[in-house]
């Protein structure tokens, strides 16, 4: 079994900064690509940015230059920076990794973590 758990969020004025964990646990063999969505109240979950082994990450329009997503391997862990939050990046932040196991390799989800941005 592979667990996924975010924290981090919490409630901050705009123009403030704030930095989400996700930390992968389980049966992991390798993590192939890990991702944040977030998801504002009676909206789509929006994808936020990506990252691999490979490559550098990638972002929303919304978010580049603000959000940096980084990675500590060696813990499983991955990191996402807000800085400069507006209100409308309240959302409830998730992350979201492809992970192999020793029986196969599948999206894991979390369960999420709320950020509040107050004007």
């Known amino acids: 079994q592979v667990q996924l758990v975010e924290s981090g969020g919490g409630l901050v004025q705009a123009g403030g900064s704030l930095r989400l964990s996700c930390v992968a646990s389980?049966?992991?063999?390798?993590?192939?690509?890990m991702r944040w969505y977030r998801q504002a109240p009676g909206q789509q979950r929006e994808l936020v940015g990506t990252?691999?082994?490979?490559?550098?990450?990638n972002y929303a329009d919304s978010v580049k230059g603000r959000f940096t997503i980084s990675t500590d391997n060696a813990k499983n862990t991955m990191y996402l920076q807000m800085n400069s939050l507006k209100p409308e990046d309240t959302a409830v932040y998730y992350c979201n990794e492809v992970i192999t196991t020793r029986g196969s390799t599948g999206p894991y989800w979390g369960k999420g973590t709320l950020v509040t941005v107050s004007s």
């Open positions: 389980g049966n992991i063999v390798a993590i192939n690509l």
């Open positions: 990252i691999t082994r490979a490559s550098s990450p």
